[in-house]
């Protein structure tokens, strides 16, 4: 684990893999996943067993990912649906001024390259995001969605 930086507060299960370059603070990583390099994972994450994220990838505060979840390379989750840098009156933005949305991605899903997640969705159980979609609602259980922004495709 070169290069990694894994603070204090982070819970890591049972043979879990962390490759070179990996970012991690308070989330908490399940027995047997294997995270590659350059990902970055913030506080609050949780993250079942048996899951494989793919490099490159930024999992935000707000995300739960449950047991045997596939993340592509150069995933991006977002977890504030109105991001701006400062306040109406010109002041810097701080903690206070934004709100964290929820976004769950239920058992067996499988998020394909470069997708972009937005907050507040769930993705069902063994649903399957085609590579570079933009995902701006939830996703039934066991179908396929692809494009921008994602439809169902498949059922």
Not at 4 to 10: A, E, Q
Not at 12 to 21: C, P, T
Not at 32 to 47: A, L
Request: neutral net charge.
């Amino acid at each position: 684990m070169k290069y990694c930086v894994i603070s204090d507060d982070v819970k890591l299960g049972q043979d879990v893999r962390i490759y070179s370059f990996v970012n991690l603070y308070g989330c908490q990583i399940g027995d047997r996943t294997k995270i590659g390099t350059f990902v970055e994972i913030q506080k609050g994450v949780k993250i079942g067993s048996d899951c494989k994220i793919s490099s490159h990838t930024f999992i935000c505060e707000g995300v739960k990912i449950e047991n045997r979840v596939f993340i592509g390379h150069n995933v991006t989750f977002i977890n504030d649906r109105k991001p701006r840098a400062t306040n109406p009156d010109g002041s810097l933005q701080t903690k206070d001024d934004w709100v964290c949305e929820d976004t769950v991605i239920e058992e067996g899903a499988s998020i394909g390259s470069s997708a972009t997640i937005m907050c507040g969705i769930t993705i069902g159980q063994n649903a399957i995001i085609g590579a570079g979609a933009v995902v701006i609602n939830d996703v039934p259980n066991n179908t396929v969605v692809a494009g921008v922004p994602a439809k169902i495709i498949k059922s």
